[in-house]
């Protein structure tokens, strides 16, 4: 079981409660789209692909990136058992979606970045380091099934 102190929790919850889900998920999943173009080859239903602009312009990628989003709302209302919460998506994205268990992390890297040029200067040392923690639990649970 993973031990939160009370600063990572609330630093989480902040982060959360002032998050625009539709922006922040678009712009990160669009980023690990472009960034690591291999994860592309999981969303071939999503049409045209080709190029930075054309990933950012299309809305089931903005779409996909607010559900993303509001599935990490699932960790933070169950921040005691992260791992519990996800078993059925560590199962679905294994067994039924075969997503190479990586990509949680690379996808993770990606959020980081996005909600750090959010926070800015807010995004201090102290809550990068609550708020990787909270992706490193998370993507811990999603691979769980990998194993």
């Known amino acids: 079981m993973v031990e939160w102190t009370e600063f990572e929790r609330a630093t989480i919850q902040d982060i959360f409660s002032k998050m625009d889900y539709d922006s922040v998920g678009q712009n990160a999943l669009a980023r690990c789209l472009v960034v690591y173009p291999w994860t592309q080859r999981y969303f071939g239903k999503f049409g045209n692909l080709y190029n930075a602009a054309a990933i950012m312009g299309n809305p089931m990628v903005a779409a996909h990136g607010a559900v993303v989003l509001h599935g990490l709302d699932r ?4 921040m005691d058992d992260i791992k519990a919460t996800y078993a059925e998506l560590s199962v679905l994205h294994s067994e039924k979606l075969h997503v190479d268990p ?4 690379l996808l993770a890297d990606c959020l980081t970045i996005v909600v750090a040029s959010k926070l800015g200067s807010g995004f201090t040392p102290d809550v990068q380091a609550a708020f990787q923690k909270f992706l490193a639990v998370v993507t811990a649970a999603l691979r769980k099934q990998y194993h």
Request: hydrophobic share 40%; glycine share 0%; no cysteine.
């Open 75 to 78: 960790a933070v209302k169950n």
């Open 102 to 105: 990586d990509n949680f992390r």
